[in-house]
Every structure is written in structure tokens, then in C-alpha cells.
């Protein structure tokens, strides 16, 4: 019932491993079935060398276990604040790619210094603020997720599919769970584009609002032209 | 009739994946057939993975479709318009590499810092001007193409194959599709030698015009001693 | 009767290099038999290309030879001191690579700057004093392990499985062979990250003691809720 | 009757492509039979991808080809000018690695900051003075052979088996072509962990002599003790 959905997040994690940005099980992946609301999401400490399609656990919205022997990612209460809140997202990854904790690390937003990010990023990538003692202390995982809905506020997920959670790392997304995973490489491109372009000329700012909106239009919405015309 | 046109072109996209200048479809080659009028270009958003030569689209000088099925890259007008300018090239790559895209974001020029670069670039890379909202908001494909005749003024673009356009990326060339990737190649090369000169040495100056012509011309030109004697 | 600590060991090793985290022979990694007193380690000078499991020497906790025609490694008098002074580790590591020796050139701790630092070290990673004249010239392999030993005072070397000695590299360790690797891989991503953080913003400080406290200790000790239950 | 010294030279010709030093045809190695007087070199403009031991080219120390169809590199007054006054060396290795051309083009010496260094570079490794006009317009290989040698003074060329040339890339060099290879090789890494070391710690001074002594010595001479004892 659930093989699809499982397999294109089993898929979704082999990708963002064969893309080097996780090493042993610094990542997951997760992907969500709007109609039935099963999430289905990586199992926790699992390497991604022992990961297989059936090892892939199935939760519901509130974290219920519907199938698989596992204990799901412990970051699965992020991503359940994440999909509640963000309804029109259908795939979330978290990883700990080298350039974009960086920045995280540093919590500093990315400014859009180029077309490459306005291609997929309608601004700035976001950094939450610093998480409090309390929101740390109990409920940890979930209050991460809070953190990033907060930081969002009225900004739509799909037009800004990635933020940095201050001291700590990305988490991205997209309409899949395959999508989630390409917002993360192009997010780690990105960074370590942004972190040259800084070091080159520290006074750089970002890029004009009409080479944002000629970049990102030309490729999301109705009046994009990039690409094949889908039949 | 185009079989080898369009050969020539699929070779060089898939050199320049190959080469780890590109992901997804974040770049273009072309080449031009100066006898019949006639551009090879890749097709718009096509992945390089599922790139095939029969997919490389035809076109002549004003952009209109000669043979393919496909629509051809988003970038065309920028080609067309270097084509019509720079008549004695043979092929373009568009591309945004690492480290020579760090450099087109924060507006700078490369300059030249060594041999390495002035064996294939006679002077520092330059950078185009900011383009105008004007500019973007209508004809923006086109108008990157005119930016870069207007920085090149009368500068011969076979003594400098490459240009980084400001805020975006860059374009280099050759005398043909194959020669246009190598350009790139260097070009990275060089874009990231230099920003690690100018880490260690923030004073450091460009080359003298004496070493500059020494390198250049040992290997173009008709004094050049550089490689095996043509027979 | 040493077979299988002999194979482990290798195996540390050939992950080393598996990681590239060492060319040539820069590198030596040892595990011990805490109920025979036996460590086995790389021989000294063999690249790794011609390591073999029975090129593996044995020593015991005085360095002298119990198996093997090799020379032990020239740095077997550190481990040997390591071992001595800390007595829950079962394995130790040493390399050259390239980020965490940045740091250790550097003669600077590594801040705990995120998550994925925390996540293995709990807290920053510490660097060694620059020995004096008289440690480097009489047993200077011993001296290096006392000057790791007087840095760790108190500390538990386990909660903190990495030092960097200044002036030339880390040592790593752990509950193995294996695990003293793992400690290396994460040390450089940490070393990695860590360069990153600086470099984009030269006043972050390290994370909070509740950040640090969540993420070691959700991996580490009786509390710890990540990954899978062992049964 | 030099087929062991063509092939020693291809081989280290071909393991400088396989350490990812070369692109294209970017460096040179060669070797000398001191005996005979007689050094082969890599045929100029050949790329690393077309060449065999048969092209190698074989040259007196006047320059005069003795065995080979090909030009030799356009460096080779360079390589001979050392051979002629470095005469404990049997191998000579020019390339323009990333990181190792970076110091070269900002002209600046690299520290000897840590035992990386000092296990195979006996001090800061030296670059040279700017050329001056006069000296690369006519007999520019030569002279650059010439300005190494100047650098050098009394120095023991075995004792620093590497330079840097102002403006331009590294020439290092050993007891044989693959030797000289290696010397590049460690040179490469030298200078990446330089370049980072000086990044987080601007004030960095290089190491003490007696660490310095300890680890070149540990290798190198009558009093060596790493690896294990020839028989």
C-alpha cells in the first residue's frame, strides 16, 4: 500500500548519499502521502550503507509508528512540525553538508549573491534565531521545527525551500521527497559560492529584485519559460 | 547533413559534466557552422544525464529552429548575439563553476596572477557592468549577450575566451564547442588559484606585461614554440 | 591467538585510507587487548598500498615486540603513553589531514561551533602546548604522549576522543580500532566546519552548554535516545 | 639501453595525472642517468591521456636530442639548468597544482608551520625573485633554471627538493623522476595546510628548530629511525 511512498524516500536518501553531502547516518529523508497523512522517514542511526526500502518507517501526523520495526530518525518530531505547518511541501531532508553548516554554524542568513540560488531561492536563505535554554531542554526536536514555522511567518515554503537552524544545519524541502534532496545540493552549492563571493569583496551585496524575479520566474510559476513545455 | 555539428556539440556538454562544471542542467555548449549559418545548442533543461545527440537543437543567427524537437537552451539569444559579434569563434559554453561563479558574484575581475592563466588568457578576465532593470525585464537573454560585446569593446575575443557576467556567472568560448569547455576549465582553475593569492597576499599585483606576452605568445600566434610542430 | 585484534587493526587502517585521510604512510592506527596487555599497531614507513594483516606488530604496554618482523610505527612510544593514561580507550589514531592539521598548525582549539561537532566531542577540541626544546630532544614520542596526558588533566578522555598536538597533528581514539577512525573522520568535518564558521563570521562563539548537553548526550550514556535500542 | 629510464619517467609522468596534479598538459617530469649524461623528459604539448613511454624524449645535458621523434617540453633549459648545478638530484618535477601555485603567484615563501613539512622540506620552502624583463624576454627557460639556482645559493637542493617560482608554479625534484613526483605531492598538501593555517591564525610563526631537527632528522641521514632498516 505504502511502496511507493517508501521507495521514492529510500531513493531520496541513496541520492543524498551518492551526492556526498551525508556521511555515515548524518542525514534523513523523509516524504509525506497528503491524502492518507503517512509520513514515511529514514530510521534513526541507521548508516546509509545498511539502509534498505523496507527499513523505511511509516508515522502519522502525530508520530504514531503505522509500520516498521524501527525507531524512526529522532528527528522525526521536526519534520511533523514541518509537514503541519507547511502543507504544500511534500518531501523534508536534514543533513549536515559541509558549506551550508557553515553558515548555520555562523548564524548568518546566505544572501542571494547570484543567479544560480535566485534560480531556486526567491531571496535570502534564512537562519532561525539562537533556540532558548527551555526550548532546548525538553522537546528538543519539535522545537526546532517550531523555530523554523516561526522564522517563516507569512513567507510561503515553496518560493524559500531551505533554512539554517543556527548551530546546527540545513533543512530543506520541496513537492517530493526527491525535490527536498535537490533543494539540499543546490543549497550547498550555494553556500560555498556565497563564502568565496564574500571573501573575494566583503562589501558584496545581494543581487537587484529584478534579477531575483527574472531568475526564479523564469523557471517557477505561470509565466516560466525555462525548460521543456510539459504535455 | 548537421551529424557532425551536432556531434561535436553532445560531446561537449557531456565534457563539461564530466569535468564537474556542471550539475542537473545548470549549463549549455554550442557550436557554429560558419559556412551555412547554422548553431548547435543544447536543449532547454534537459539534465546532462539524459542527454543524447539527437537532442542537440539546430538553429540559425536570428534563433529560429532548424531542425529538433525540443526547445533550445533558455541562454540562446546570449549565444546568438556573441555569435553575431565575435565572428571568429566556434563554439560557447555557459556553465556556473564554483569557484570562477564566486568571482562573477562579487563583481570583480580576475586578475592575472600567473602564468597558469596567461597561458590561455591574454590579461585579467574581465567583469561586465550591473545590468540595468531595463535590461533584465525585457529581452534579458539577449541583453547579457550585448553586455558582454560592450565590455569586450574592440578587444579580440579569441586573446580572451571568457567573460564572468556580474552577479551570474560566466561565458567562455573557443574556435570551437570543444575549445569553449577547455576555456572553462581553465578559467575555474585560474578563478580558484587567484582566490587563494589573494588570501595570502591581498597586495599581490598582476603579472608584468613581459611575462604575460612570454606565456601567451610561446603558445598562440605565429611565434609560438609551445607543443609539437603541425604537419 | 592475536588474529582477530591483528585483522581489526588493519582494517582501522585500511579505512584511513578508504577516507583519505592519508597518503604514503602518513598515519598509524593501533587497538589493544586491555585483558592480555597487548597492542597491535602499523608497522613504521609502509605505505599503505602494501599493508598486509601479518605485517601488523604486537607489542606490549613497554613496546616490547610479542609478534612481527617489522619495526612497530616510530609513533608507538604515544600510543603506548595514551594507553597507560587512559585507560577506557581501546583503540587510538593518528594522521596528517588536512583541515584538523590546519588547526593543530594553528595552535588553536576548535570551538564547538554546532551540532555536528557535539554530536561526538563534548566540547572544544583541545590543542596540546607547544613542547619545549628538551621534550622534542629525548624521547620526543613518549614526551608528545605526556604533553597530550597534562592537557587532558582530569578529562575524560572518552567524552573528548581527539587532541590536536600544536605545531604537527591530531591523535584520535576510542572504544576501538575502528571507532578511533570514526573519531578522525568527524574531527576534520568538525576541523572543516570549523574554518568555515571563522572565516564567515570572525565573532561567533561556541554553542550553549544546554546544546552541547542535548546533542552528546542523546548519543552518549544511559539517557541517550538515538539510534536504535541494542537488544 | 634506456628503456629503464624512459619507463621510470613515463611512470612518474603518469602517477603526476593519477594524484590529480595535471590537467591537459600541464607539467613535466624527467630523470637522469648520471652515468651517461643523459635525461629523458615528457615531449611538449602532450597530453597525459596520449602519452606512452615511446614519446618520452631522451636529451643530453646541452640540450641536444639523442633519442626521439618529439619535441622535448618547452621546459626542458629549465630542468637542465638544475641538473648542471644540482648535481645530487636524479629527477626534476614541474606541475601547477592548485594550491602550491596560489603561494607562487602571491609570492610568498611558505612557512614551515608543522611536521607535514619538516618530515621531507628541511625549512620555509623558497621562491624566488621576480624575473625581470630582461631575463624572460630571451632564454626565459633558462634563466628561470638560472633564478632557482641563485635562490638556492649554498644550499643543499636534496635538503629542499622543492621551489617556488615567483608568478608562476612549483619545480621540485628528488633522487629519481618518481621521487620528484612525491616531492610535488607533499608540496601540494604543504601548502593547502599553510594557506589554512595562516587563515585562522594570521600570526602564526613557523616551528622551532628543534622540532624541525627532530622530524627532517627522524627521516633523513645517519641518525634516521622512521621506517624500517634497508638490508
Same mark, same amino acid.
Given at each position: 500500500?505504502?511502496?511507493?511512498?517508501?521507495?521514492?524516500?529510500?531513493?531520496?536518501?541513496?541520492?543524498?548519499?551518492?551526492?556526498?553531502?551525508?556521511?555515515?547516518?548524518?542525514?534523513?529523508?523523509?516524504?509525506?502521502?497528503?491524502?492518507?497523512?503517512?509520513?514515511? !522517514?529514514?530510521?534513526?542511526?541507521?548508516?546509509?550503507?545498511?539502509?534498505?526500502?523496507?527499513?523505511?518507517?511509516?508515522?502519522?501526523?502525530?508520530?504514531? !509508528? !503505522?509500520?516498521?520495526?524501527?525507531?524512526?530518525?529522532?528527528?522525526?518530531?521536526?519534520?511533523?512540525?514541518?509537514?503541519?505547518?507547511?502543507?504544500?511541501?511534500?518531501?523534508?531532508?536534514?543533513?549536515?553538508? @559541509?558549506?551550508?553548516?557553515?553558515?548555520?554554524?555562523?548564524?548568518?542568513?546566505?544572501?542571494?549573491?547570484?543567479? @544560480?540560488?535566485?534560480?531556486?531561492?526567491?531571496?535570502?536563505?534564512?537562519?532561525?534565531?539562537?533556540?532558548?535554554?527551555?526550548? !532546548?531542554?525538553?522537546?528538543?526536536?519539535?522545537?526546532?521545527?517550531?523555530?523554523?514555522?516561526?522564522?517563516?511567518?507569512?513567507?510561503?515554503?515553496?518560493?524559500?525551500?531551505?533554512?539554517?537552524?543556527?548551530?546546527?544545519?540545513?533543512?530543506?524541502?520541496?513537492?517530493?521527497?526527491?525535490?527536498?534532496?535537490?533543494?539540499?545540493?543546490?543549497?550547498?552549492?550555494?553556500?560555498?559560492?556565497?563564502?568565496?563571493?564574500?571573501?573575494?569583496?566583503?562589501?558584496?551585496?545581494?543581487?537587484?529584485?529584478?534579477?531575483?524575479?527574472?531568475?526564479?520566474?523564469?523557471?517557477?510559476?505561470?509565466?516560466?519559460?525555462?525548460?521543456?513545455?510539459?504535455?
Amino acid at each position: 500500500m505504502y511502496e511507493e511512498l517508501r521507495k521514492a524516500v529510500y531513493d531520496a536518501n541513496v541520492e543524498l548519499q551518492k551526492r556526498e553531502l551525508v556521511i555515515y547516518s548524518w542525514g534523513n529523508v523523509s516524504g509525506i502521502d497528503h491524502s492518507r497523512g503517512v509520513i514515511a !522517514i529514514k530510521p534513526s542511526g541507521v548508516s546509509y550503507d545498511e539502509l534498505t526500502p523496507d527499513k523505511i518507517v511509516l508515522v502519522d501526523l502525530d508520530g504514531n !509508528i !503505522i509500520e516498521g520495526t524501527l525507531k524512526p530518525s529522532s528527528d522525526t518530531p521536526t519534520h511533523l512540525e514541518l509537514y503541519r505547518n507547511f502543507e504544500s511541501i511534500g518531501g523534508i531532508c536534514h543533513a549536515h553538508p @559541509t558549506n551550508a553548516t557553515m553558515w548555520a554554524q555562523a548564524c548568518r542568513e546566505i544572501p542571494c549573491f547570484g543567479t @544560480t540560488s535566485a534560480d531556486y531561492f526567491y531571496g535570502s536563505i534564512p537562519v532561525t534565531e539562537v533556540m532558548t535554554e527551555d526550548e !532546548i531542554r525538553s522537546d528538543y526536536e519539535l522545537n526546532t521545527g517550531k523555530c523554523i514555522v516561526r522564522r517563516f511567518g507569512g513567507m510561503d515554503p515553496m518560493k524559500m525551500p531551505a533554512v539554517l537552524v543556527a548551530n546546527h544545519a540545513p533543512f530543506t524541502w520541496g513537492n517530493s521527497a526527491a525535490a527536498a534532496v535537490e533543494s539540499m545540493v543546490v543549497l550547498e552549492r550555494t553556500a560555498t559560492m556565497a563564502l568565496g563571493t564574500i571573501t573575494i569583496n566583503p562589501e558584496q551585496g545581494p543581487i537587484s529584485k529584478a534579477l531575483l524575479d527574472k531568475h526564479y520566474l523564469r523557471k517557477h510559476g505561470k509565466d516560466a519559460y525555462y525548460g521543456q513545455l510539459e504535455s
